[in-house]
């Protein structure tokens, strides 16, 4: 007999099916990828549903190769999973890029950006000001302000991912790549490079990303998670 389902959003399954179709709500995205970095229920359901997506779709392909073949946004599937039996509706629009979505960015949680007190320390506090209210592209500029000899991993942290939100993933790239390895900001920097990469059409760079995700920091499931939809939808 199989265990029971503990968690009451992996029994509803909805929005475990929803997630891994690429069709929940963006408002609803953050929050449960916020839960899901701490459900192993939620994360095997998600694991589940995108290897069934990838094996319908091979049955697909077999099937459009013996008739003609039709135009079509999207196709709905019955999907077997933890949860029971759920309907799969998978994009064809854009996959990497919808992968690539950030719905909401990282809080700030108040920890030092910059330790002193001079006048660069002002322009980051405004701008950490301006992030703090999701005005993405105000923060970006304060925050890109400040010379790359100055800026702390912290720093270049929240300047990547306020450049990212102001939709320059190719900027942000460049800007997040200097949070070092090591740094407490190492393995979330790693999984937005991802997840910029992905904006900008190229999942391969962001498996390359998400592969050095450590295992043991708290965005490693969410990341291997968003590798294993990666890897489907460049099969």
Do not use: N
């Amino acid at each position: 007999m199989s265990d029971p389902v503990l968690c009451s959003v992996a029994a509803e399954s909805e929005r475990v099916h929803r997630y891994v179709a690429g069709t929940l709500e963006l408002d609803a995205v953050a929050q449960f990828e916020a839960h899901l970095l701490g459900c192993v229920e939620c994360q095997a359901a998600v694991r589940e549903g995108v290897a069934v997506a990838a094996a319908l779709r091979r049955v697909s392909a077999v099937a459009e190769s013996v008739r003609p073949r039709r135009r079509s946004l999207w196709w709905a599937v019955p999907l077997a999973a933890a949860a029971g039996t759920l309907w799969l509706i998978v994009g064809r629009e854009g996959p990497l890029r919808r992968l690539g979505h950030v719905a909401a960015a990282p809080a700030f949680a108040g920890v030092p950006v910059r330790g002193d007190a001079d006048s660069t320390s002002r322009l980051v506090d405004s701008g950490m000001v301006a992030y703090r209210v999701e005005r993405y592209g105000e923060a970006a500029q304060r925050l890109g302000a400040v010379p790359v000899s100055s800026r702390t991993p912290a720093l270049s942290f929240y300047l990547g991912l306020a450049t990212l939100m102001s939709g320059d993933p190719v900027e942000a790239i460049h800007v997040l790549h200097e949070v070092p390895d090591g740094s407490p900001y190492a393995a979330e920097a790693h999984f937005y490079v991802a997840k910029a990469w992905l904006q900008a059409g190229h999942g391969d760079s962001a498996l390359v990303e998400l592969a050095v995700v450590p295992e043991e920091a708290p965005i490693a499931a969410h990341a291997a998670a968003l590798a294993d939809s990666v890897r489907e939808v460049l099969r």
